[in-house]
């Protein structure tokens, strides 16, 4: 399960996720993290079943947890199936059929975002 | 020895005889059937492409205002286009940019939304003559408004084209898409198989008056494109059509990251099989057709040369360059190419398209040469400090700080004992350990990883660092990382108003 963490200004500089990863010893899979001065936000994947675990004891040292059930979307009007944003996936969620048209393995999107930026014609959606 | 006349051809089209396969299934009949066998059966094979084309436009002619303007210049939705021909004709570049949206906007989409039949904004201004008195006209017009949307593409379907890669370290976005660093990712364009070009390879059937599958209707080869470089199999076409009659489902507007807008144009070509050369050359595979690999990540016109690639090996989804499986991306659609190939196939079959014989054949012997350049470019070495003053990494803060004050200098270079770059220490790092009572050593206060430059890069390529690192100062370092110099974002000004 991919879900957000935000770290408010005031607690940006505390080990929050350390902490709540040996408190848990829930294993956590971070694809992003941005940090500055005032704040912090991270994309992490988590098994299903470990989810409520770690999110309690990120949550109670004052991190801000967002589920996001919303991979990547194609709009199929858009899309003229090039093939552009294979190469930049880190997760290989795109791919040829035999008939060269485009697929999409939507559950391994780590949201990262990267194909939004190779898409030539803007066809590739992520609602973080 | 098969002879085919034009004509021969076009009679079978018309009584609906004509045998006409695309350039893949052309590929296994001259395999089964050899070259002579093919020519015999065979009379036409249809090629296609469906890729980025930055070197196409529009004309427009908008018709006469009342009272009349001569438009000195013209906006269309905030995209300027060009008028310096005659009073209401200007031609719409595909990589324009909206002069409000920037890149999210630009020629490209203009042409797009034309075809789609949207409205369109236009604002022009003009000095006013005695026959056209008006000076500043403002109007909303759509595709049907116009008396000519004609289409003019003067470098379209290129025969191949170079792969790209990025052998930096650091993400670039080029309008070959996003190239990831060290190598990330490769990415490439053109059909292969299916290159309009490339199935004709000698230029025996292309030329002037050649028509083509073009944007969804049937358009013209009007001679060879700009850049046409035949020697390397870079050729290049020049077309024509009429935007009126074409398809947004062939032509679509983009955007690529960091670069600009661009048009998408799908376009093939048949190739009328007059003899069985000209079946054998249609016969080419990808694994036929190789291509250079560029390291994008150097921002020269001569881009290293990383080695050689067949649109086999690109097609597959990975090439393996010393050992290394880089992941490759196409930036143009071959599911889209092999449409228009099928497409093409099936308006020759139903008689609704003939082939032609050119006016002119495309030239085989120009060569694309560099730009001459008469004013030579300026290097780091030509506006750098070459009397920089340096500080030793042990030294203290104090000492740093007095340096600083001393000679008037914002950035200090700061180097070790064998006099190689450590770092560089500016006075806002001074500022900042003052502020924060932290008087240390400089190489406690120092930034490590210093942008540097070289002395014999180019100014523009010193000037994009600088832009791009967010840095005001680059240490200027030899071969062998010593400090020979220091080159400043205010001698780089200086020098551009000196230009001006």
Redesign the interface.
């Known amino acids: 399960m991919m879900f957000k963490i935000n770290i408010s200004a005031d607690i940006v500089s505390e080990p929050i996720i350390a902490d709540s990863i040996l408190e848990t010893k829930v294993s956590l899979n971070i694809s992003q993290a941005h940090f500055d001065a005032n704040h912090g936000e991270i994309i992490a994947e988590v098994e299903n079943s470990h989810f409520r675990k770690i999110k309690d004891a990120l949550t109670s040292k004052g991190a801000e947890i967002t589920i996001l059930d919303n991979p990547i979307i194609r709009d199929e009007e858009e899309c003229?199936?090039?093939?552009?944003?294979?190469?930049?996936c880190p997760v290989k969620v795109f791919?040829?059929d035999k008939?060269?048209?485009?697929q999409m393995d939507a559950d391994k999107c780590i949201q990262c975002g990267?194909c939004l930026?190779?898409c030539?014609?803007?066809a590739l959606i992520l609602e973080l | 020895m098969v002879e085919k006349s034009i004509k021969e051809i076009n009679s079978r089209i018309e009584d609906g005889s004509v045998n006409v396969v695309t350039a893949e299934e052309m590929v296994d009949i001259v395999v089964d059937l050899g070259a002579e066998g093919a020519s015999r059966e065979v009379d036409v094979v249809t090629t296609g492409t469906f890729g980025a084309m930055c070197s196409s436009g529009v004309w427009l002619n908008f018709g006469h205002s009342e009272p009349p303007i001569k438009m000195n210049k013209v906006w269309l939705n905030n995209v300027e286009a060009y008028t310096g021909v005659a009073a209401v004709d200007a031609f719409i570049g595909a990589t324009q940019l909206s002069e409000t949206e920037g890149m999210a906007y630009g020629g490209a989409h203009l042409i797009e939304d034309l075809i789609r039949g949207k409205s369109v904004d236009v604002h022009a201004t003009a000095y006013g003559t005695d026959c056209y008195p008006r000076k500043v006209l403002d109007t909303s017009i759509n595709i049907y408004d116009l008396n000519q949307a004609i289409m003019m593409n003067p470098r379209n379907a290129y025969q191949k084209y170079n792969a790209a890669t990025n052998g930096s370290n650091h993400k670039i976005y080029t309008y070959m898409g996003t190239l990831l660093p060290n190598l990330g990712n490769v990415t490439y364009s053109g059909a292969g198989v299916l290159s309009p070009m490339h199935n004709d390879p000698n230029y025996e059937t292309i030329g002037m008056g050649t028509r083509i599958f073009l944007g969804g209707t049937q358009g013209y080869v009007i001679g060879e494109g700009t850049q046409h470089s035949p020697q390397s199999n870079f050729g290049t076409i020049m077309l024509r059509g009429n935007l009126k009659e074409m398809s947004s489902d062939y032509i679509r507007a983009s955007t690529f990251e960091g670069y600009g807008t661009s048009l998408y144009v799908g376009m093939g070509i048949p190739i009328p099989i007059i003899n069985e050369k000209v079946a054998l050359a249609t016969a080419i595979t990808d694994a036929d057709i190789t291509t250079n690999l560029l390291d994008y990540g150097v921002p020269s016109r001569d881009r290293p040369k990383l080695g050689e690639v067949t649109y086999e090996e690109l097609r597959s989804g990975t090439i393996d360059f010393n050992g290394k499986e880089i992941p490759t991306s196409s930036m143009s659609s071959f599911k889209m190419a092999r449409k228009i190939a099928g497409e093409l196939k099936q308006w020759i079959k139903e008689g609704d398209f003939f082939v032609t014989e050119p006016v002119e054949l495309l030239p085989s012997d120009t060569v694309c040469k560099p730009m001459k350049q008469t004013d030579r470019s300026l290097l780091v070495q030509d506006i750098m400090a070459t009397e920089v003053i340096t500080i030793d990494q042990d030294a203290t803060f104090h000492k740093a700080a007095k340096t600083i004050m001393e000679n008037d200098y914002d950035h200090l270079p700061v180097i070790k004992e064998d006099g190689t770059i450590a770092g560089i220490v500016t006075a806002w790092d001074i500022s900042k350990a003052v502020a924060e009572e932290d008087y240390k050593l400089v190489k406690d206060i120092m930034t490590k990883k210093v942008i540097t430059a070289n002395a014999t890069d180019p100014i523009d390529i010193a000037a994009r660092n600088l832009d791009f690192n967010g840095v005001s100062a680059m240490p200027v370092i030899d071969n062998k990382r010593k400090v020979i110099g220091i080159i400043t974002s205010g001698d780089i000004s200086k020098l551009m108003a000196r230009r001006q």
């Not at chain 1, 003229?80 to 930049?88: K, L, T």
């Not at chain 1, 008939?99 to 485009?102: A, C, F, G, N, Q």
């Open positions: 003229v199936e090039c093939g552009a944003c294979i190469s930049v791919s040829f008939e060269w048209s485009l990267t930026k190779m030539p014609h803007n």
